[in-house]
């Protein structure tokens, strides 16, 4: 079995379709259970992280001879889920949006809890969001896809409240950040919680929470 040493912006439905797997689950199966235990959510990867890369089984298909064949390999896409609120943090509910993706542009509405839900190729690693406020007020914001480091690592707490609008700061590694214990702190006190400013349990549940929605 080979290794693959992730980086930046790749989760195990990417490296899998790297390395000929239309299957992401072959590649997450054959991971260890330490591994997996360490990194709940496949989407979610560290950079550094070890991936093992297991042997493929080749594909048998019996054709006619004398005749001619086309084969097509239907590339896999992922979910990008995104709750769009307003620089107030209100919701914004059935607001038009378009989303630039490999050169695609998809034009439509958030739903009625602000989501953004769109199937994209599975290793696109950046996009452009344009949210239209009004006829004439448009936000535009450059995306990078992936790029989430797992909620149990300080830059993931740090990815996930800088994404809900508290102020984290750029991912630092040090429980010490003093920009990031404030965020903490202001999260904690909108979330009822021990106003603390560090990462424990209870924080990282809720945050995992109001993350997710």
Same mark, same amino acid.
């Given at each position: 079995?080979?290794?693959?040493?992730?980086?930046?912006?790749?989760?195990?439905?990417?490296?899998?379709?790297?390395?000929?797997?239309?299957?992401?689950?072959?590649?997450?199966?054959?991971?260890?259970?330490?591994?997996?235990?360490?990194?709940?959510?496949?989407?979610?990867?560290?950079?550094?992280?070890?991936?093992?890369?297991?042997?493929?089984?080749?594909?048998?298909?019996?054709?006619?001879?004398?005749?001619?064949?086309?084969?097509?390999?239907?590339?896999?896409?992922?979910?990008?889920?995104?709750?769009?609120?307003?620089?107030?943090?209100?919701?914004?509910?059935?607001?038009?949006?378009?989303?630039?993706?490999?050169?695609?542009?998809?034009?439509?509405?958030?739903?009625?809890?602000?989501? &953004? =839900? #769109?199937?994209?190729? %599975? @290793?696109? *690693? $950046?996009?452009?969001?344009?949210?239209?406020?009004?006829?004439?007020?448009?936000?535009?914001?450059?995306?990078?896809?992936?790029?989430?480091?797992?909620?149990?690592?300080?830059?993931?707490?740090?990815?996930?409240?800088?994404?809900?609008?508290?102020?984290?700061?750029?991912?630092?590694?040090?429980?010490?950040?003093?920009?990031?214990?404030?965020?903490?702190?202001?999260?904690?006190?909108?979330?009822? &919680? =021990? #106003?603390?400013?560090? %990462? @424990?349990? *209870? $924080?990282?549940?809720?945050?995992?929470?109001?993350?997710?929605?």
């Amino acid at each position: 079995m080979a290794v693959h040493t992730v980086r930046q912006g790749e989760c195990i439905a990417s490296i899998a379709w790297k390395y000929g797997f239309a299957d992401w689950q072959r590649i997450w199966d054959a991971q260890s259970e330490d591994f997996r235990r360490k990194r709940l959510n496949p989407n979610t990867l560290l950079e550094g992280d070890e991936v093992t890369i297991p042997e493929r089984t080749p594909k048998r298909v019996s054709v006619s001879t004398g005749a001619s064949h086309t084969f097509t390999i239907k590339r896999p896409r992922v979910k990008l889920r995104i709750r769009l609120l307003d620089p107030e943090g209100k919701v914004l509910t059935n607001t038009k949006y378009e989303l630039v993706v490999a050169g695609v542009t998809s034009s439509k509405k958030t739903d009625g809890n602000g989501m &953004l =839900d #769109e199937d994209i190729p %599975v @290793d696109a *690693t $950046t996009a452009e969001l344009k949210v239209f406020l009004s006829d004439t007020e448009v936000i535009r914001l450059p995306l990078r896809v992936g790029h989430l480091d797992p909620l149990e690592e300080t830059s993931g707490v740090q990815g996930r409240l800088s994404n809900l609008g508290y102020l984290a700061g750029l991912p630092a590694g040090k429980e010490d950040n003093d920009q990031l214990a404030m965020a903490l702190r202001d999260f904690q006190r909108d979330q009822g &919680l =021990d #106003e603390s400013g560090v %990462v @424990d349990d *209870t $924080t990282r549940n809720k945050l995992k929470s109001a993350y997710e929605g």
